[in-house]
């Protein structure tokens, strides 16, 4: 992501809320910085949702 210093989140642990807004659509500019984070760095991510499905049935990461 440009501009981003994704090793700035090197040992640091995100609570990211409304999760269901993060999708695998490479339109969808929140799964991107997220990818990045979680590719580039030692990040942990704890992910919370309220919401079990998108709407959209678009997955939040692609399975591997």
Not at 10 to 35: K, P, Q, T, Y
Request: net charge negative; charged share 20%; glycine share 6%.
């Amino acid at each position: 992501c440009e501009g981003l210093d994704e090793t700035a989140f090197n040992d640091c642990l995100l609570a990211i809320d409304e999760f269901h807004h993060v999708s695998a659509d490479v339109n969808n500019r929140l799964g991107d910085i997220i990818r990045s984070i979680m590719q580039k760095s030692t990040a942990h991510l704890i992910a919370m949702t309220g919401s079990y499905f998108r709407g959209d049935s678009v997955w939040f990461k692609n399975p591997v």
